[in-house]
């Protein structure tokens, strides 16, 4: 694993700056000049993970007691989401619960090629704050830190392998966030992340501790996978490092968010294999009875 981690420094060096920010600081890397190579230490130390934090996003945690929430105000002006998801397709599935998201989350052998590996007990703890500079950059932040314009009410993690991450060949890793929020707050965020992704195309990320790194924003191709998704990448400002590829995509009231990038150095989106089974998998879970 030490030669992996090393091996994947080389490659991939600072490529995730800001953007897996959360999921190192699970592993106690407390500043922004971070890569992959933890992540990957991360899922392996992590094992089959055991229990979920009782918050997420630095606030209480609110379990949905009818799986929409409080609507927002009558004739309340609400952006659509609708573009990039499966046209006439919506799940309407209700927020699932932590134990539900646990249920609905990839497992080894879900999705043939990858390994998956449960995410750090808490992977987003109180104190992985991520803000931007440019308020109109926030829906993009909000994607990885703990404390969101809208509060998830439940989330779980897991890693993504494929390929070969020993150096002598080409691989990808791929961080997962599965994440529940009330149904009009999860619409109202991928609308407002969809017109972020449009006209921001950078800002200075700053941590919980006051780092900073420019980072640079480019529009991706969206996935027909769920009732809508945003893809975009993600890299320091110089483009020196190697990109990560973001893709949310939410199924009723909740997200899947993959934070994904490779040794080749190109752009690795998460594959479309990889989101359509999750996106089933959430839709199976809201079916079970509470």
Known sequence: MAE????MRTYIRRGAVAVLLS???????????????CSVACSADSGGGAGEPGAAGGGASREPADGAGTPPPSGAAEPSDEAGGAPGRASRTRPLTRAELRRALLTQGSVAGYTVRRGPEDALPADATVAADRAECRPIVDAFGS???????????????????SGTGE?????LLLAAYRVWEAQRWLAELRRAVAVCRGFTAIDG???????????????????????????????KDAPVAITVVRTGG???TYLSAGTSGRPEPVARAVADEQHRRLMEAGKVAR
């Open 23 to 37: 999921f190192t600081l699970a592993c106690s890397v407390a500043h922004l000049s971070f890569t992959l190579a």
């Open 4 to 7: 992996k981690v090393r091996l």
């Open 147 to 165: 404390r969101p314009k809208y509060p998830r009410t439940a989330y779980t993690s897991a890693s993504l392998t494929t390929g070969d991450l």
């Open 209 to 239: 501790t006051g780092d900073r790194e420019p980072l640079a924003i480019k529009p991706g191709r969206n996935l027909a996978v769920g009732d809508a998704s945003v893809s975009f990448l993600i890299r320091d400002e110089a483009g």
């Open 171 to 175: 691989g990808t890793l791929s961080q």
């Open 254 to 256: 909740n997200t899947a």
